[in-house]
Nanobody, 123 residues
Framework: QVQLVESGGGLVQAGDSLRLSCAAS????????MGWFRQAPGKEREFVVA????????YYADSVQGRFTISRDNAKKTVYLQMNNLKPEDTAVYYC????????????????WGQGTQVTVSS
């Protein structure tokens, strides 16, 4: 079993930065992919970024490319999402997810989810 716990959300102004963390526990993650998704009020949950745990290969949604950066700390089993130049449209609950195997952009492919952390960006 895998447990994921997100932290780091908050209320910021447009142009500010935040760093989200996703602490993973339960097993080794050498064959896992980790992803960040977000869900804004009244909208479907959408893909933000994913990382292949072993190689560090990353893939970003167009909407965050160049502003968000995903990274991981193998020793701490933690994935980070550095979010810069935040915009009001980035307001959402951000979820960390994990799956064994290659990463995908489809939320249905992920087996494990955190509880989410709220990010609110005011204009």
């Amino acid at each position: 079993q895998v447990q994921l716990v997100e932290s780091g959300g908050g209320l910021v102004q447009a142009g500010d930065s935040l760093r989200l963390s996703c602490a993973a526990s339960g097993r080794t993650f050498s064959s896992y992919a980790m992803g960040w998704f977000r869900q804004a009020p009244g909208k479907e949950r959408e893909f933000v970024v994913a990382i292949r745990w072993t190689s560090g290969y990353t893939y970003y949604a167009d909407s965050v490319q160049g502003r968000f950066t995903i990274s991981r700390d193998n020793a701490k089993k933690t994935v980070y999402l550095q979010m810069n130049n935040l915009k009001p449209e980035d307001t959402a609950v951000y979820y960390c997810a994990a799956r064994q195997g290659e990463f995908t952009t489809r939320l249905v492919d992920y087996d494990y989810w955190g509880q989410g952390t709220q990010v609110t960006v005011s204009s």
